[in-house]
């Protein structure tokens, strides 16, 4: 490393932030790169999701192109970690699930995935008696699941080994920080709202249960949000809830019981599960995800946050474009600590 090789931080310690510091690294070797963040692992709203590969119609990019492309690439990275020996210690497992609806068929259904599991297929009468009672559509496919609990540790293992430093701070302005720095990636997920006002983000609160259920073997959806999820550990997800503009971080009793009535009303198993945790998280919803370069105060700086319910299975598709986006920008003429 030479003292005129860029400087570069990465602001967010979440699934995104994590996984553009990652690929940052390896498309640039000779770097200095720091993670600023003020929350780690258990503390990020990334650790808070189940992590499952299912977009929802409400991710979009700018175009369906874009979209596309990085779902798509997305799964082929979460895919090549997979064919490792690692992919346990990332987090990650095939996982297979049924959805089912008493209401709509479309919604058992899934445009932007259904090309690209190796499964996904409408079910046949007898299965829609697998669980509870008066299903009328479904379809079962075949997918992944990556549990940032395991998965964050373990890109900050390597990160850390491979020369990268860790700075735990709050950012209350930007002024100063970006004077150090000739590349900022901003992935301070709903942070940024909070910051200084995108006013295009929305918090969209989540509330799960954590149940100890190493017997579940398969994810189940119902309709109204009702989700349980397997995780790598014998610990479920149960959820859950979609609260638009909702702020309150705190468990509400109200949603926990709902959510456990209407997940034992698929499986009464559940009802026998010991409850490891509750947890809230505050999606970062906004529509388009931001992906894109911006100078700001004279420095560099590539957004990419806002992905709302669907940030773990497409961190790596929209980081791979945020760093693409960087790359060029070092290169760019654009003058930078004006
Ligand atoms: C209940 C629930 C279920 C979900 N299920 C799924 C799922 O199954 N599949 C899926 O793909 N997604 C799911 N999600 C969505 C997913 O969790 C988010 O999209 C994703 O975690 C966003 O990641 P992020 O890195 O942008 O944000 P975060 O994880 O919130 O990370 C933000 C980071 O920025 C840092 N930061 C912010 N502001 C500042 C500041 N001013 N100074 C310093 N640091 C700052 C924070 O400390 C943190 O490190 C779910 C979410 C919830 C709540
Ligand atoms: C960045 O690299 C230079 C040159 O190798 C080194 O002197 C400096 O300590 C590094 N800074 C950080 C924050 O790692
Ligand atoms: C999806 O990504 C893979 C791996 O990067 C690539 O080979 C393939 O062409 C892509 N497919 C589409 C439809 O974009
Ligand atoms: C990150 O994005 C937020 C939201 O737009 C913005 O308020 C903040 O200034 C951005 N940070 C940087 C360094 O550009």
Redesign the pocket.
Known sequence: MDNNSPKIAV?GAGVVGMTVAKIVQQELRNTNITIIADAFTEDTVSCVAAGIFRPGTSFKGPTKEITKKWINDSWYFWQDILKTSEAPLAGLMPVSSYIFSKENYFVTRNHLIEDLVPIYRSVEKDELKLCGEGWKYGSYFSTIKIGCDRYLPWVEKSFIEKGGKIDVKK?DS?AS??SKFDL?F?C?GLG??M????HD?VALRGQVIKVKAPWLKMAFYGDYDTYMIPGLDGVATLGGVRQYDSYNKDVCKYDSAAIMERCCQLLPALKQAEVVAHRVGLRPHRVPV?VEP?V?DG?K?V?C?GHGGYGVMCAPGTAMDAVRMGVDFLKSNVRSKM
Request: with cysteine.
């Open positions: 602001i950012i930007f920080l970006l900022v901003n301070t940024a709202k910051l200084c006002g995108d983000l931001r911006e700001v420095v700086v957004h946050y």
